[in-house]
């Protein structure tokens, strides 16, 4: 932790590049997912059409904003960094989430890689801690980077001995 008079700073280290892709993907997805029903209520029901162009006008609007804005929000401000003491996040793009969990505290080190993930070479570390706040993640890493974190915190929670709790 930080010593008296010193001040937290950002963690160090970017997500891949390639999570802005994953996040924009993730957007039109669920603008899609929003945007179908209204079509086909429309189309079917010609009674709501009106409300079906004007509520799926909005559901354009508000995705596309989403998806041009939110990735990039999200890249500038996501950062992670693993030092002998802890593991460091910074997390989020409206509301920001900012956590350290001591290494001593960690239980658990999971990588996960979801289909889209697959398809743009990404992965996420999920480090499972001893606290009533949850795990955390670290979305929107590369594969390999993701490969070798999930190892590095391995071998620094069986050198910090203790029972993580």
Known sequence: MTEPGQHLRAPAQRVSPRA?????LRSGLGTLAVLVPQVGVALFLPAYADLMLLTGAVTVLVGLTHLLVVPRMRYALHRWEITDDAVHTLTGWLRLEWRIAPITRVQTVDTDRGPLQRALGLSSV??????????????????DDARTLADRL?????????DAT
């Open 20 to 24: 802005r892709h994953w996040w924009a």
């Open 126 to 143: 999920t480090v499972t801690t001893a606290s009533s706040s949850g795990a955390l993640s670290i979305d929107g890493l590369d594969a």
């Open 154 to 162: 391995t071998r620094a929670t069986e050198h910090a001995g203790g």
